[in-house]
């Protein structure tokens, strides 16, 4: 099963809406990332927050963590039609070397 | 391009056939991974290399699938005897060391396979 599961699976907005996609799982992890995949090929990586870090902020990116909710969630504001892809997030799980990956949320910005 | 490569882009073979698929890191990263993904869903871990240590074989889904890194650098994933199940994406991915998954991971642009 997938340690992680982006809420919602599917999302459309307009240009300049914001977008916020959530992320949970189940066990502990060292860290927490989220990536863009465009048109089912190669994943982008966006982002990475620690287990001990509760915010972090990129550019129009922002993503939080609540490791007592074991959720994540990122934010992108201002959103622009070239934002519109798939974004996964995937964990790093103590002892565990290779990343976790849930199953998407694709996001449509509609220009 | 110092990214990291994978070819064939595409790959149509018949059931029953054997595949090879290569990936070539970035230059210096240690750690490299192979990932699958069918349509429409996240991705799947298959195995995982880190410099000289045995590699993760975890998650590789039956003995049909192996793979080998040469030299620290370029890894060859081959399916054996390819089953119409097997058809999806594989993604190869690099990073610096990859202890506790604390690096980004760089992704190539993946293979396509089809299997008819």
């Known amino acids: 099963s997938q340690q992680g599961e982006e809420d919602p699976q599917a999302l459309s907005i307009q240009e300049g809406e914001n977008a916020t996609m959530n992320c949970s799982y189940k066990t502990s992890i060292n860290n927490l990332q989220w990536y863009r995949q465009n048109s089912g090929r190669g994943l982008v990586h966006l982002i990475l927050?620690?287990?001990?870090?509760r915010e972090k902020h990129s550019g129009r990116l922002r993503v939080t963590l609540d490791t007592s909710k074991k959720s994540s969630s990122l934010l992108i504001t201002a959103s622009r039609a070239a934002d519109t892809a798939s974004y996964f997030c995937a964990t790093a799980i103590t002892g565990r070397r290779a990343l976790t990956f849930g199953s998407g949320t694709r996001l449509q910005v509609q220009p | 391009g110092a990214g990291v490569s994978q070819s064939p882009s595409n790959k149509v073979t018949e059931k029953g056939k054997d595949v090879e698929l290569r990936c070539d890191p970035i230059?210096?990263?240690?750690?490299l991974y192979w990932y699958r993904q069918s349509l429409g869903q996240g991705l799947e871990f298959l195995i995982y290399?880190?410099?000289?240590?045995?590699?993760?074989k975890s998650g590789l889904p039956s003995d049909r699938f192996s793979a080998e890194r040469t030299g620290g650098s370029v890894s060859t994933l081959t399916i054996q005897r390819t089953q119409q199940e097997d058809s999806a994406v594989y993604l190869c991915?690099?990073?610096?060391?990859?202890?506790?998954?604390?690096?980004?991971?760089?992704f190539g642009p993946g293979t396509r396979l089809t299997v008819t």
């Open positions: 290399f880190q410099g000289n240590s045995a590699p993760d």
């Open positions: 991915a690099s990073s610096l060391v990859g202890s506790q998954g604390n690096y980004e991971q760089y």
């Open positions: 230059s210096g990263h240690t750690a």
């Open positions: 927050i620690r287990s001990n870090e």
